[in-house]
């Protein structure tokens, strides 16, 4: 292992006690909803959570990154003396509330906690986004390249998640709308767009962006349905969402120890 000097990893009962935490909540969330259908559904967007023979049973990328984001949460805590950063594959809410931008990272358990993020850090953010899309469309090779475009492109969506958590919601937005120029079918970045006009007042303006989307890519509907109620999930869990969307633009829309937790997953 490249750090096994300097890294304390879970040990395997806790990397199992992780795997339990996650079916034990699970089952519990699934006998909420059978048991009260009338109720807000606890089971996750994309969740496959089943009982055979009288055992739970769970299954898919929801229920992974779910026991990867406890498994990151332990290895830190494990840790202290150590700084991460996370190079996101999909969103971990439950990590939001401390994290900062940092270049094309997320910094996580920054020192000064939420406050961290601030107005002018957040803006930073974005014109970092910005110069790097940029780069990108300027580099005939990186340009042409579907796999570059779809990279930046994701990357970016994963910025403005942690943007919108944070209640920097114009700086979100512009996030999103970087990512048409990179890569304009991204399902991610439609759905969280979506959803932050929702939930800005602008329902009218969200439904029109999505029907659009549907017209245009018509093979990515189902896609973009999981990532817009995916997205809905993670902004529920913002540390104080407000009735008006904070924000540090004015006038425009627009090495720390690396941990990716969600490669390969």
């Not at 494990?78 to 990590?95: C, M, R, T, V």
């Not at 969506?157 to 944070?166: D, F, I, K, R």
């Not at 939930?199 to 999505?210: D, F, T």
Request: aromatic residues 6%; glycine residues 6%.
């Amino acid at each position: 292992m490249q750090y096994e000097d300097r890294l304390k990893t879970p040990s395997d009962v806790e990397t199992k006690s992780a795997f339990n935490e996650y079916v034990a909540d699970a089952e519990k969330r699934l006998k909420h909803d059978q048991e009260h259908p009338n109720d807000e559904k606890q089971v996750r967007p994309g969740e496959d959570i089943r009982v055979v023979n009288g055992k739970t049973v769970v299954s898919g990328s929801v229920a992974v990154i779910a026991i990867n984001e406890t498994l990151l949460q332990r290895l830190m805590s494990k840790n202290p003396d150590l700084s991460f950063a996370l190079q996101e594959s999909f969103p971990f809410a439950g990590l939001y509330a401390d994290a900062a931008p940092l270049g094309p990272l997320m910094e996580l358990h920054v020192p000064d906690g939420a406050s961290a993020l601030t107005p002018e850090r957040a803006a930073q953010s974005i014109e970092y986004r910005r110069d790097a899309a940029q780069k990108v469309l300027s580099d005939s090779d990186a340009a042409e390249s579907p796999a570059t475009r779809k990279s930046y492109s994701h990357d970016a969506v994963a910025a403005a998640n942690l943007l919108a958590a944070h209640n920097f919601g114009a700086e979100a937005e512009a996030g999103c709308r970087l990512v048409s120029t990179l890569w304009p079918e991204n399902p991610e970045s439609a759905g969280r767009l979506a959803d932050l006009l929702s939930r800005s007042g602008r329902e009218s303006e969200a439904g029109q962006l999505l029907g659009k989307y549907a017209l245009k890519y018509p093979n990515m509907p189902k896609d973009l349905e999981q990532m817009s109620l995916t997205f809905r999930r993670v902004g529920s869990t913002s540390p104080a969402p407000p009735p008006k969307i904070r924000s540090s633009l004015k006038g425009t829309t627009s090495q720390p120890f690396v941990a990716d937790a969600t490669k390969g997953c």
